[in-house]
């Protein structure tokens, strides 16, 4: 698996526990783009998920021990980039996110040159497949965002997410560790990169049940504004703006 | 006022020799012990120095010496809790690092082994 060849493309899914869907995530992505490499990053499951990923013709790259979302997902990232690859677009191995969206995922980072894509559950009709805690959550955090990214997100906690390799360089370097999806777009945005979003289907999880819970909720509102906080306060690293031509 | 001081000195004698032991078992790093060994010893000299104590909390504004002793206690701890999260974070930071860099040397290690293996 390298990514010598020009607009190279990887599919990384990361993975705890998901041997029941974690096969049918990856024939679905080999569907969907034949020819792309998917590679499975494992947290360190105790089920069968590595084998059914192998079984389903994925690459595994297993974690010595479980280091949390952004930690496995940041691993996927530095592993594309030191492979060469020039898109690496994430999704999760629950089987929530369809991977016929994907060409348009890729299409749109190629297209546009932006440096993310967000695959939104809610850039079209079909948005409202999400629990109405989560649509709280997430309607909040666009309010949040708008100031701070300069633009509104409609999506800001989708972990449906494409990058091109000037992103991939920088989360190779600096990916927030735990619930990583809003604070990434902060710290991309202190960069002055840009972000789009695309509409993307979403689907209720194949196996297993989602781990957040009323007070993991408050948890992650506290976690992810101080998130958001500390990098906007980060002012040393953010670069500069581009001059206009005159 | 003397019981606390006594209850103070108890305390502080018990934290030095339950980290001295933790040192000599090797429970705790030698370089993590000093602030726990030298916050014990600050509180074991004012709980048996009236004189210093009383001087310390006429400077702090406080009537009663052993609040000054207790504030001061409080202080010494929060700034050892604080440098230890320091220390906590980073030790996390690399500890994923490390993880990830043995993660991606093994999934080139399997890859050579195949590409060697044909």
Same mark, same amino acid.
């Given at each position: 698996?390298?990514?010598?060849?020009?607009?190279?493309?990887?599919?990384? &899914?990361?993975?705890?526990?998901?041997?029941?869907?974690?096969?049918?995530? &990856?024939?679905?992505?080999?569907?969907?783009?034949?020819?792309?490499?998917?590679? &499975? &990053?494992?947290?360190?499951?105790?089920?069968?998920?590595?084998?059914?990923?192998?079984?389903?013709?994925?690459?595994?790259?297993?974690?010595?021990?479980? $280091?949390?979302?952004?930690?496995?997902?940041? !691993?996927?990232?530095?592993?594309?980039?030191?492979?060469?690859?020039?898109?690496?677009?994430?999704?999760?191995?629950?089987?929530?996110?369809?991977?016929?969206?994907?060409?348009?995922?890729?299409?749109?980072?190629?297209?546009?040159?932006?440096?993310?894509?967000?695959?939104?559950?809610? !850039?079209?009709?079909?948005?409202?497949?999400?629990?109405?805690?989560?649509?709280?959550?997430?309607?909040?955090?666009? $309010?949040?965002? /708008?100031?701070?990214?300069?633009?509104?997100?409609?999506?800001?906690?989708?972990?449906?997410?494409?990058?091109?390799?000037?992103?991939?360089?920088?989360?190779?370097?600096?990916?927030?560790?735990?619930?990583?999806?809003?604070?990434?777009?902060?710290?991309?945005? /202190?960069?002055?990169?840009?972000?789009?979003?695309?509409?993307?289907?979403?689907?209720?999880?194949?196996?297993?049940?989602?781990?957040?819970?009323?007070?993991?909720?408050?948890?992650?509102?506290?976690?992810?504004?101080?998130?958001?906080?500390?990098?906007?306060?980060?002012?040393?690293?953010?670069?500069?703006?581009?001059?206009?031509?005159? | 006022?003397?019981?606390?001081?006594?209850?103070?000195?108890?305390?502080?004698?018990?934290?030095?020799?339950?980290?001295?032991?933790? %040192?000599?078992?090797?429970?705790?790093?030698?370089?993590? #012990?000093?602030?726990?060994?030298?916050?014990?010893?600050?509180?074991?000299?004012? =709980?048996?120095?009236?004189?210093?104590?009383?001087?310390?909390?006429?400077?702090?504004?406080?009537?009663?010496?052993?609040?000054?002793?207790?504030?001061?206690?409080?202080? %010494?701890?929060?700034?050892?809790?604080?440098?230890?999260?320091?220390?906590? #974070?980073?030790?996390?930071?690399?500890?994923?690092?490390?993880?990830?860099? %043995?993660?991606?040397?093994?999934?080139?290690?399997? #890859?050579?082994?195949? =590409?060697?293996?044909?």
């Amino acid at each position: 698996m390298t990514g010598k060849r020009r607009d190279s493309l990887l599919i990384l &899914v990361p993975a705890l526990n998901e041997e029941g869907a974690v096969g049918g995530v &990856v024939r679905a992505i080999r569907e969907s783009v034949p020819g792309a490499p998917v590679l &499975v &990053v494992d947290d360190c499951s105790t089920d069968g998920t590595i084998a059914a990923a192998r079984a389903a013709g994925a690459e595994v790259l297993p974690m010595p021990h479980h $280091l949390g979302l952004g930690g496995c997902v940041q !691993a996927g990232y530095k592993l594309a980039f030191e492979l060469g690859f020039e898109y690496v677009i994430r999704l999760d191995g629950d089987g929530q996110h369809d991977a016929q969206d994907i060409p348009r995922i890729y299409e749109t980072l190629r297209r546009t040159g932006c440096h993310m894509v967000i695959g939104s559950r809610f !850039a079209e009709a079909n948005g409202s497949n999400t629990s109405w805690l989560r649509a709280v959550g997430i309607h909040f955090f666009r $309010l949040v965002l /708008r100031p701070v990214l300069g633009k509104p997100v409609r999506d800001p906690t989708s972990g449906y997410v494409g990058v091109n390799r000037k992103a991939l360089q920088v989360f190779s370097q600096s990916f927030p560790l735990e619930y990583p999806e809003i604070e990434a777009l902060v710290v991309l945005q /202190r960069k002055r990169f840009v972000f789009e979003e695309v509409p993307c289907r979403m689907h209720p999880r194949r196996t297993g049940r989602s781990s957040i819970t009323p007070l993991k909720s408050i948890y992650y509102i506290v976690h992810v504004l101080l998130g958001v906080f500390v990098n906007v306060l980060k002012y040393e690293r953010r670069a500069p703006k581009p001059k206009r031509r005159s | 006022m003397d019981r606390l001081m006594d209850i103070m000195t108890g305390l502080s004698v018990l934290l030095i020799v339950l980290v001295l032991a933790s %040192v000599r078992r090797a429970h705790i790093r030698v370089e993590y #012990s000093v602030s726990w060994l030298l916050g014990a010893a600050a509180l074991l000299v004012l =709980s048996r120095a009236p004189v210093l104590l009383n001087y310390v909390a006429g400077r702090m504004g406080i009537t009663y010496p052993p609040v000054a002793l207790l504030l001061i206690a409080g202080f %010494v701890f929060v700034i050892i809790f604080y440098r230890f999260s320091v220390i906590i #974070s980073k030790l996390k930071d690399d500890n994923i690092a490390l993880a990830q860099r %043995v993660a991606i040397l093994e999934y080139h290690l399997r #890859s050579r082994k195949g =590409s060697i293996a044909g």
